[in-house]
């Protein structure tokens, strides 16, 4: 686990922690479990699902079993340390009952294709095997977890020529076969996961579907935030975050765009703080740069001739800014418009090359080296250097001044600019679904054909001077900014906001907190049994019951 902490701050934060959740949930004869997984190398991840954990055994006594572990290619392609041991500490200090490391337990059957079902035993007693995964699921999050951590924007052609791939293949078939034993047992009160992509984070979320056990899926950013997926809600018909797209445009629908009038002045203050806010969502856009000073359209006008001059614009003609994804991040995890992130953003860069009547701006994900080994950006602007009407560069290039002055219309798949962008007027095109695509922020497509139907429309729409992006879109934008920001961000004393850093300050702040902050004050508690109670698709601050609805 990735720490670096005073070896003194860490003892004590242990057992501060171990006293805390004794005093808290005491001991329980229940025969029912949590599953929490700790699949992440930085302490604060850890403690924002074991946080949730104990909050929702409050509710439901159970028992708390951690599952961990770390494996050669992922160490490779994410980690700089992961200790399994520290991992064990931690979860024994936040009640753990059992500790499984899941990749000791897959490792021996995973070496042969031909591996029957993996034992599970779980407080010294076996686990029947459960209901095995569809051959068609599986194979979507080995292509996934392959491209992954090898860092490509697609799988191979051919997989058998690769014996990385060969290795996720083996690894996910036994991946799913123990989390269909430990989630499919018929005890488990829910699983809480930081990720719900790839093999030892999707499969175990896979599993918990079909076996129709809660999902709560907790976020790494502000201070505490989660989505829950409940089976009794859950259509089957997406993925993990489909489902979640559609539940969470009803309740934006019902509990925020219903009271808008209410929340209008919030709303307006965080839109305006989000403009040199270094949290996400604008964590694409961090530092000096992130500030915005544009006030008004006749400074903004000034601000784009400076930078159409650096970048060699036109300013008197519209320009289209493309926002590169991740390209291994997650492919397929939410419904996209093309088969892969990489097929988007190529079919995209030949669509602009003979579409000259505007000016396309191409930026690169500022932490695309983390998920691209093969130089696909820059490949991809190489194909097009002769074009002067297209540029590529490295989004950090340019300061959000820069950006909002320039930009008419925005185009991605799934990114933060989709929401950030229309709060501030700048209409954006999604080839693909997010948490927010149907809270009515954005222009969302579903296939390349509507998608290329969309582009054509809009481009023609700024030729003719005309508004493509509506007051009303404006408004929900910006309420969707104060949600994410601000109903969704629960204050916890136990979870500090996650820029509290380094870990000897996060430490110090959560052990005073266990010894000092009385617990019938944590608003956690109270939040997490309303989402738990009330089958809410996420976490809120504040009660945000329909008008007129019963408390």
Same mark, same amino acid.
């Given at each position: 686990?990735?720490?670096?902490?005073?070896?003194?701050e860490?003892?004590?934060?242990?057992?501060?922690?171990?006293?805390?959740?004794?005093?808290?949930?005491?001991?329980?004869?229940?025969?029912?479990?949590?599953?929490?997984?700790?699949?992440?190398?930085?302490?604060?991840?850890?403690?924002?699902?074991?946080?949730? =954990?104990?909050?929702?055994?409050?509710?439901?006594?159970?028992?708390?079993?951690?599952?961990?572990?770390?494996e050669?290619?992922?160490?490779?392609?994410l980690?700089?340390?992961?200790?399994?041991?520290?991992?064990?500490?931690?979860?024994?200090?936040?009640? =753990?009952?059992?500790?499984?490391?899941?990749?000791?337990?897959?490792?021996?059957?995973?070496?042969?294709?031909?591996?029957?079902?993996?034992?599970?035993?779980?407080?010294?007693?076996?686990l029947?095997?459960?209901?095995?995964?569809?051959?068609?699921?599986?194979?979507?999050?080995?292509s996934?977890?392959?491209? +992954?951590?090898t860092?490509?924007p697609?799988?191979?052609?051919?997989?058998?020529?690769?014996?990385?791939?060969?290795?996720?293949?083996?690894?996910?078939?036994?991946?799913?076969?123990?989390?269909? =034993?430990?989630?499919g047992?018929g005890?488990?009160?829910?699983l809480?996961?930081?990720?719900?992509?790839y093999?030892?984070?999707?499969?175990?979320?896979?599993s918990?579907?079909?076996?129709?056990?809660?999902?709560?899926?907790?976020?790494?950013?502000?201070?505490?935030?989660?989505?829950?997926?409940?089976?009794?809600?859950?259509?089957?018909?997406?993925?993990?975050?489909?489902?979640?797209?559609?539940?969470?445009?009803?309740?934006?629908?019902?509990?925020?765009?219903?009271?808008?009038?209410?929340?209008?002045r919030?709303?307006?203050?965080?839109?305006? +703080?989000?403009?040199?806010?270094?949290?996400?969502?604008?964590w694409?856009?961090?530092?000096?740069?992130?500030s915005?000073?544009?006030?008004?359209?006749?400074?903004?006008?000034?601000?784009?001739?400076?930078?159409a001059?650096r970048?060699?614009?036109d300013?008197?003609?519209?320009?289209? =800014?493309?926002?590169n994804?991740?390209?291994?991040?997650?492919?397929?995890t939410?419904?996209?418009?093309?088969?892969?992130l990489?097929?988007?953003?190529?079919?995209?860069?030949?669509?602009?090359?003979?579409?000259?009547?505007?000016?396309?701006?191409f930026?690169?994900?500022?932490?695309?080296?983390?998920?691209?080994s093969?130089?696909?950006?820059?490949?991809?602007?190489?194909?097009?250097?002769?074009?002067?009407?297209?540029?590529?560069?490295?989004?950090k290039d340019?300061?959000?001044?820069?950006l909002?002055?320039?930009?008419?219309?925005?185009?991605?798949?799934r990114?933060?600019?989709?929401?950030?962008l229309?709060?501030?007027?700048?209409?954006?095109?999604?080839?693909?679904?997010?948490?927010?695509?149907?809270?009515?922020?954005?222009?969302?497509?579903?296939?390349?054909?509507?998608?290329?139907?969309?582009?054509d429309?809009?481009?023609?729409?700024?030729?003719?001077?005309?508004?493509?992006?509506?007051?009303?879109?404006?408004?929900?934008?910006?309420?969707?900014?104060?949600?994410?920001?601000?109903?969704?961000?629960?204050?916890?004393?136990?979870?500090?906001?996650?820029?509290?850093?380094?870990?000897?300050?996060?430490?110090?702040?959560?052990?005073?907190?266990?010894?000092?902050?009385?617990?019938?004050?944590?608003?956690?508690?109270?939040?997490?049994?309303?989402m738990?109670?009330?089958r809410?698709?996420?976490?809120?601050?504040?009660?945000?019951?329909?008008?007129?609805?019963v408390?």
């Amino acid at each position: 686990m990735w720490l670096g902490a005073d070896k003194k701050e860490f003892e004590a934060f242990l057992d501060s922690a171990d006293v805390y959740w004794r005093k808290n949930l005491g001991s329980t004869t229940s025969q029912n479990y949590l599953v929490v997984e700790v699949f992440h190398q930085d302490i604060r991840v850890a403690m924002r699902n074991l946080s949730v =954990a104990n909050a929702i055994r409050r509710i439901v006594p159970a028992q708390l079993v951690v599952v961990t572990g770390v494996e050669q290619m992922w160490h490779d392609a994410l980690w700089t340390e992961f200790d399994v041991k520290l991992v064990e500490r931690i979860a024994a200090a936040y009640g =753990a009952s059992q500790v499984i490391d899941l990749y000791r337990l897959v490792e021996g059957p995973a070496n042969s294709a031909t591996a029957s079902a993996v034992p599970v035993e779980l407080f010294g007693r076996p686990l029947p095997p459960g209901a095995p995964i569809s051959a068609e699921t599986l194979a979507e999050f080995v292509s996934a977890t392959y491209c +992954r951590v090898t860092k490509r924007p697609r799988a191979p052609e051919n997989p058998t020529a690769d014996p990385r791939y060969q290795r996720r293949q083996a690894l996910a078939r036994a991946i799913s076969s123990a989390y269909d =034993a430990l989630l499919g047992s018929g005890s488990v009160v829910a699983l809480v996961t930081s990720h719900v992509d790839y093999d030892h984070w999707g499969l175990a979320v896979d599993s918990a579907r079909r076996a129709g056990v809660p999902v709560v899926h907790t976020q790494q950013t502000g201070c505490l935030k989660a989505y829950a997926l409940f089976p009794e809600n859950d259509t089957g018909e997406h993925t993990f975050r489909g489902e979640l797209t559609h539940q969470i445009g009803a309740f934006f629908e019902q509990r925020v765009w219903s009271r808008r009038s209410e929340v209008r002045r919030n709303a307006e203050l965080v839109a305006w +703080r989000s403009k040199v806010n270094l949290g996400r969502p604008s964590w694409w856009r961090g530092g000096a740069s992130a500030s915005v000073d544009i006030t008004n359209s006749s400074e903004r006008a000034r601000l784009r001739t400076h930078f159409a001059a650096r970048l060699g614009f036109d300013p008197a003609r519209p320009v289209v =800014a493309v926002f590169n994804h991740a390209v291994s991040d997650a492919p397929g995890t939410n419904h996209q418009s093309f088969p892969t992130l990489a097929d988007w953003f190529e079919e995209t860069a030949r669509f602009a090359s003979t579409a000259t009547e505007v000016q396309w701006l191409f930026q690169d994900h500022p932490s695309q080296f983390r998920y691209d080994s093969t130089d696909f950006f820059d490949s991809v602007a190489r194909r097009y250097a002769r074009h002067r009407h297209m540029v590529f560069q490295p989004s950090k290039d340019l300061s959000k001044n820069g950006l909002w002055s320039l930009v008419d219309l925005g185009v991605t798949v799934r990114g933060s600019v989709s929401n950030e962008l229309p709060a501030y007027g700048i209409p954006v095109i999604q080839a693909g679904w997010s948490e927010w695509s149907e809270c009515g922020l954005s222009t969302v497509v579903n296939d390349p054909e509507s998608y290329w139907k969309a582009l054509d429309a809009a481009i023609s729409a700024m030729l003719n001077g005309e508004e493509i992006i509506s007051a009303e879109q404006v408004e929900r934008a910006r309420l969707w900014l104060w949600f994410y920001r601000s109903a969704t961000d629960l204050f916890t004393p136990q979870v500090p906001h996650w820029e509290v850093w380094p870990a000897d300050y996060l430490l110090r702040a959560v052990r005073t907190s266990f010894r000092h902050i009385e617990s019938d004050a944590d608003p956690v508690f109270e939040a997490v049994e309303r989402m738990w109670t009330r089958r809410e698709p996420v976490l809120t601050r504040t009660d945000l019951q329909e008008p007129g609805g019963v408390r």
